[in-house]
């Protein structure tokens, strides 16, 4: 009971008032008083009724009213003044004295009225006995009056006239409640409620009448007159408590002590207040309940129900609330219960760790305390009762009040002793919002606690940086030191972010301090190399601009230096960091670090730059002439992934796969059977159905099975570059080739130079791998159908004197390749294709390139180089099926294989080029799908082309009589013929006539099937006519 709602300053002394002339008459003692502005109004015992001007105490002054009695008026002498009312609306005093209610002027206490107020006949005395009045003398009276209450919400009707009040009175002799409206001159009756019991008291709100009978309360309407009985009366009180709450709320004394809100419904919203069975008298000022008693006075909240206040004061029998004020009277004296200010109630209550009720009285204070004040006041205590939630361990209750009240997130940080920076200006807020000094403390040693003290603080930063707003971060204003606020707090909550963090080993660690910051690098320093986040601190000197230490720190974890395992892929990241890097210098200085730990990760240092961005190709390729492997990744990235067209770049990947195949190879070792061991090797390795590189070798386990995989790995990167690419150096990769027994290797490097039965020869000869003959004819071949067949007299007409391939000795001319059946065909060069654009059409001199193919000179000194026409894939198919029947050196032909290969492929052959090829002995039976499926190819072909020429026939002759029927169609244009389209004279020689008769000019027609005029389409066939003028 702490909190000091009220304060008690006295008014009227015992020596203000009149005491009666005669000694031996018993003293006056005060019966009622009122207050209406400065003016408090005070009625005896003995009938005087006195007006005192009041005069507020000063700020400095004693806790004292001054008052000055003005004026007195003696109103009779048989009895006392029993109630008084003020009225400033009509500027009339209510004195209900010996049963009569009577007007006084509220200045001079004279009867007011004017000689010609109206009769009272229409209230006319309300019949047995009671009446009113209005005597020029007067003024409005009622008359047989016992208790009478003022309407402070008067019905519509009287509620519209500004100079009118209602008053209900309780007529004695009738024991009804009478309405009236009462106005400065004359008084109306507007009800007459009627009630089940003689009514003691009562008091009115808007259209209900609250009546306190000798047994029960009740409610009645005064415009239906309906009565809702409420709750019985104590049988032990004398004295009936009526008082007005609110809006159609009231206050009652209920059986059992209890202090009861009841709404005009006959319902309640708020719990009864306890108070003491002997209280005589209440009032309600929001939010407490006042209730007198022999012993004092008793203040209870009503938002707890709790006694908030006790005031001793002995005597009192009168407690009024008048204008927002309670004036309380013993007999001869007379105090004003003034409130005190509900912001310093709350200071108190705040002050006195009494959070809670603090927070409860806010509640209420929506319609009392201005905006701003209320604001703080709540934000104030929000932030208190969240600190006492978090010492209980209740988190979520805790962060929900910090939140609602803007707390500084670094108030919960100083709990943290060296979180915040050295150098931060923090202080705590002061009055202090809570008294415990740090979480160690109030651990009292128990590490949970302190894990959940610390595991909360992080959630709090963390969301403080997600929403400053709603933790307390400061305006831009400069404080009194001319710092910024604001950006001092950011700094102190990163700080203590990245401190944290990096003691829980939180995943916001590395979200904050790879972007952008403003923690103080050596306060977070120490703390990061503690607790081993070498990765993050180097996250944390990047985003700082120490982009080299960062670097060197990254390094150390990579060599195994530090201790750091939270990214196993940190190499990779590394690298990717070098190519975002703004300091191109850090590029080469890491590099060869990142190459030599890991080539194929390292190398990405370069293949990831966008290809305008990073250093020139031929500076990173001389870079790299040091690592194989990253060379050889970089140029993959050139030819494959950026499609660089640079013969050097070509050549040089193609030199590289080939060295790797030749390093592979190089360890074997010669077998028993002379041969060596590359050769023996190598000849195990044949094409599979699908046409992949396997191993025929049997019997290597371990490290020569690993190497195995690796050969053939590299083999076929070999060929998949010299079957693709179309810019390497043939003749300078079968140098290198040397002896080496890679024939398909070598196949595809003889195709690439045109000598194609060369190529053909080792495919079926050397490497013995016939499936992928087949797919070379069909890779280098041209699918479409040639003009004219070839005669097989070609092979025959050519001497073998040419060093051209004849069949009958088996041999070829290695250089000229396939010219026995005019494929003697010059490749696509492998020379230097710099840009794109030379591949425009210039005159020069043609000379022989570096590799065999063609170059022409342009006059301005530029090259183009001309990718001649492929042979057809007949022309390869009966080469190589050739080459299958007459292999060189005596050996046995490959019949099998051919027969297979003709009725396999028979589509790809001209007939009878290969019948011609066959050996005379051959047996027709073993081409017999090659024979049947070339007759009815050669059927399809030629009635084909006969249905062909028939359409094409007929086509001819309808457009020779649709031209004849044109030509008899005569139209005669004139000098006044205009175009019906853009409305011109048709003066120029040519015209477009349409087959409906439209005549327009050429450029009004925007197609020759559709009519400008009608938009009639026509058929394209024939065509429309375009004459000309004779």
């Not at 049997?698 to 099975?705: C, L």
């Not at 499936?771 to 001497?799: F, I, M, T």
Request: glycine fraction near 8%.
């Amino acid at each position: 009971m702490a909190v000091r709602a009220f304060e008690l300053i006295s008014a009227v002394e015992r020596g203000q008032l009149i005491s009666p002339a005669n000694t031996s008459s018993p003293p006056a003692t005060i019966s009622c008083l009122d207050a209406c502005g400065p003016n408090l109004y005070v009625g005896t015992t003995t009938g005087w009724l006195s007006r005192f001007s009041l005069t507020e105490p000063g700020a400095h002054s004693e806790a004292q009213l001054r008052t000055l009695r003005n004026c007195e008026r003696r109103l009779s002498s048989k009895d006392g003044v029993r109630c008084i009312r003020a009225t400033s609306a009509i500027s009339r005093l209510l004195v209900l004295c010996e049963g009569c209610l009577t007007t006084l002027d509220i200045e001079t206490l004279e009867p007011g009225g004017s000689s010609s107020s109206s009769s009272s006949s229409s209230g006319g005395g309300g019949g047995g006995g009671s009446g009113t009045s209005a005597s020029g003398s007067s003024g409005p009276r009622v008359r047989g009056v016992a208790a009478f209450c003022v309407n402070e919400r008067p019905i519509a009707a009287v509620g519209e006239d500004p100079f009118c009040v209602e008053i209900c009175t309780v007529n004695i002799k009738r024991r009804t409640i009478q309405v009236y409206a009462l106005w400065s001159d004359r008084v109306q009756l507007l009800h007459d409620l009627s009630s089940p019991e003689t009514p003691v008291a009562l008091v009115a709100d808007g259209p209900y009448v609250c009546v306190a009978t000798s047994s029960r309360y009740l409610v009645i309407h005064a415009g239906t007159g309906h009565c809702q009985p409420l709750f019985p009366c104590d049988p032990n009180r004398s004295d009936a408590i009526v008082r007005r709450a609110g809006v159609e709320e009231f206050l009652l004394a209920g059986p059992g002590g209890l202090g009861m809100l009841v709404t005009a419904a006959g319902t309640s919203h708020r719990a009864p207040v306890p108070w003491s069975e002997t209280v005589f008298a209440a009032a309600f000022l929001d939010p407490y309940v006042i209730a007198l008693d022999r012993s004092g006075v008793n203040v209870h909240s009503v938002l707890d129900q709790a006694l908030k206040q006790t005031l001793r004061f002995t005597g009192g029998n009168l407690l009024e609330a008048c204008e927002g004020r309670l004036w309380l009277a013993s007999s001869r004296e007379v105090y004003a219960l003034v409130p005190r200010p509900l912001d310093k109630q709350v200071w108190d209550l705040l002050l006195a760790w009494r959070t809670e009720e603090a927070m409860q009285l806010l509640d209420g204070a929506g319609t009392i305390l201005p905006r701003e004040k209320l604001q703080s006041l709540s934000r104030r205590a929000q932030q208190q009762r969240g600190f006492e939630y978090l010492l209980k361990l209740q988190f979520d209750e805790a962060k929900q009040m910090f939140c609602s009240g803007c707390t500084d997130v670094r108030e919960v940080a100083s709990l943290y002793p060296h979180l915040l920076p050295a150098a931060s200006h923090f202080v705590r807020m002061h009055p202090p919002l809570h008294d415990t000094a740090d979480f160690v403390s109030i651990s009292a040693g128990q590490l949970q606690n302190l894990f959940s003290y610390k595991r909360f603080l992080l959630d709090c930063l963390r969301d403080a940086r997600r929403e400053p707003s709603t933790w307390g971060r400061p305006s831009t204003e400069a404080d009194s030191n001319g710092r910024d606020q604001c950006d001092g707090w950011q700094v102190d909550v990163d700080t203590a972010l990245v401190k944290l963090a990096a003691e829980f080993g939180d995943d916001c660690l590395f979200d904050l301090v790879a972007e952008d910051n403003v923690c103080i690098l050596e306060d977070c320093t120490p703390w990061l190399e503690k607790h081993g986040r070498f990765y993050a601190l180097g996250l944390l000197y990047k985003c700082h601009g120490q982009e080299e230490v960062a670097f060197q720190l990254w390094r150390r974890i990579v060599d195994g230096e530090l201790k750091d395992t939270t990214r196993t892929d940190l190499l990779e990241y590394l690298v990717d960091m070098l190519g975002s890097c703004t300091q191109r210098h850090l590029l080469w200085d890491h590099a060869a670090w990142a190459i030599h730990t890991k080539p194929e990760v390292g190398v990405r240092v370069f293949t990831q730059l966008p290809p305008g961005d990073g250093p020139p190709a031929e500076e990173v390729v001389s870079f790299l002439q040091d690592y194989p492997s990253a060379l050889r990744y970089y140029l993959e990235h050139l030819v494959w992934s950026r499609g660089l067209q640079l013969e050097k770049f070509h050549t040089h990947l193609a030199l590289l796969y080939l060295d790797e195949v030749l390093a592979l190879l190089h360890p074997r070792v010669p077998g028993k059977n002379g041969h060596n061991g590359t050769a023996a090797s190598v000849d195990g390795l044949k094409e599979d159905a699908d046409g992949g590189v396997h191993s025929s070798l049997d019997g290597y386990t371990g490290r020569e099975s690993e190497n195995e995989e690796a050969l053939l790995a590299a083999r076929s990167r070999l060929q998949w570059l010299l079957q693709e690419s179309k810019l390497y150096r043939a003749h300078l990769l079968l140098g290198r080739l040397g002896n080496a027994q890679l024939h398909i290797e070598r196949a595809a490097l003889h195709g690439r130079l045109g000598q194609h039965v060369e190529a053909l020869s080792l495919l079926v000869h050397a490497a013995g791998c016939m499936h992928e003959a087949r797919k070379y004819c069909l890779r280098y071949g041209d699918a479409s159908e040639p003009v004219e067949n070839v005669e097989d007299e070609h092979l025959s007409q050519r001497s073998s004197s040419d060093g051209c391939y004849c069949p009958e000795n088996g041999h070829g001319n290695q250089e000229n390749g396939f010219t026995c059946i005019k494929l003697d065909r010059e490749t696509w060069s492998e020379g230097e294709v710099e840009d794109k654009e030379a591949t425009r059409s210039k005159r020069g001199t043609w000379d022989e390139g570096a590799c065999g193919s063609a170059k022409q000179a342009g006059s301005d000194g530029g090259v183009l180089i001309v990718e001649p026409q492929r042979p057809t894939r007949r022309e390869l198919f009966t080469a190589l099926l050739r080459i299958m029947l007459h292999p060189p050196d005596g050996r046995p032909p490959l019949e099998l294989e051919a027969s297979k290969l003709l009725n396999t492929d028979g589509s790809e052959f001209e007939a009878i080029s290969a019948l011609k090829a066959l050996p005379e002995g051959w047996s027709l039976g073993l081409v017999v799908p090659f024979v049947t499926g070339s007759l009815r190819r050669a059927l399809h072909t030629r009635r084909s082309a006969e249905v062909a020429r028939g359409l094409l026939l007929t086509r001819k002759n309808a457009a020779r009589a649709a031209k004849t029927e044109l030509s008899h169609i005569s139209i005669r244009l004139s000098e006044d013929s205009t175009c019906p389209v853009c409305q011109m004279p048709l003066s120029e020689p040519a015209f477009m006539w349409f087959p409906n008769g439209t005549v327009v000019h050429p450029a009004c027609a925007r197609s020759h099937f559709a009519c400008p005029v009608t938009g009639r389409i026509f058929s394209p066939e024939p065509p429309v006519q375009q004459h000309h003028k004779s």
